[in-house]
């Protein structure tokens, strides 16, 4: 891998800022294992949070494209980004200097 640029490295810190939060880590981590989309009242409650609540974390996680959403009807579904999923092990593996 090339040496990162400055704007990368910009870039991951604003990844690592957003996960800087535990809920919105249980948030990615619970998408993270499901096979499709759920509805944000499903994720919420397989949570034990609010929905108003998970919907301020699923939007900051969107913000920088963690969790992909959809409106389908009334309800908005929810995913994680597979791009994010792998993206961002490559990003620490890099900071870390252990890519190949």
């Known amino acids: 891998m090339a040496e990162p640029t400055d704007a990368t490295f910009d870039e991951w810190a604003s990844w ?7 809920t919105r ?32 974390h699923l939007k900051v996680l969107g913000g920088q ?3 992909l959403t959809e409106r389908d009807g009334v309800r908005t579904l929810v995913r994680a980004n597979p791009n994010c999923m792998s993206a961002l092990p490559e990003a620490a593996a890099a900071i870390m200097r252990t890519a190949d």
């Open 65 to 67: 494209r963690f969790v």
């Open 25 to 56: 880590l249980r948030v990615l981590h619970h998408l993270a294992g499901l096979d499709g989309p759920v509805t944000v009242g499903e994720l919420a409650d397989a949570l034990g949070l609010t929905q108003p609540n998970v919907s301020h």
């Open 16 to 22: 690592f800022k957003v996960l800087a939060d535990g």
